[in-house]
């Protein structure tokens, strides 16, 4: 994994609206669980703290958009970057493949997933996919 990040100094004093923070991954299934330390990790550095539910939305946001980075998309890396707005936070996470996200139905009986892009769609206030020559990126802000 790297990491770079630059801090932000926005917002009112009393308000932290925290760095822009990202990292890097290798397209392998522990990655999913380092993006999520990752994204834990830059929630509790902000000021005023989270409400818990909102962590909660942040995880598994990240959880799932890296997730269907590593099973779905090309490449052998996928990148997240997390911005904290004062209202909200973005997550954006990129990968070189330039088909966008494809809802599927779920699949009740043999748990092969299908569940993560419309809960992602569901949490999220705004999600949008943009398509390049050298992959996508898929952005979803969430309550701050």
Request: proline share 10%; net charge neutral; glycine share 10%.
């Amino acid at each position: 994994m790297r990491t770079h990040g630059t801090r932000l100094d926005t917002g009112p004093p009393d308000l932290d609206t925290g760095p822009t923070d990202g990292a890097v991954f290798d397209k392998r299934p522990e990655a999913v669980a380092h993006a999520r330390d990752f994204a834990r990790a830059f929630v509790d550095r902000l000021r005023p703290g989270m409400d818990p539910q909102d962590v909660v939305s942040v995880e598994l946001t990240v959880s799932e958009l890296i997730t269907n980075a590593v099973r779905h998309a090309r490449g052998t890396s996928c990148s997240l970057r997390l911005e904290a707005q004062p209202d909200a936070i973005a997550v954006t996470v990129g990968d070189a493949d330039p088909r966008p996200p494809q809802e599927r139905a779920p699949d009740l009986a043999g748990g092969t997933g299908g569940f993560g892009w419309p809960m992602v769609q569901h949490m999220a206030r705004a999600v949008t996919v943009t398509r390049g020559p050298n992959g996508k990126t898929v952005r979803a802000v969430l309550p701050r």
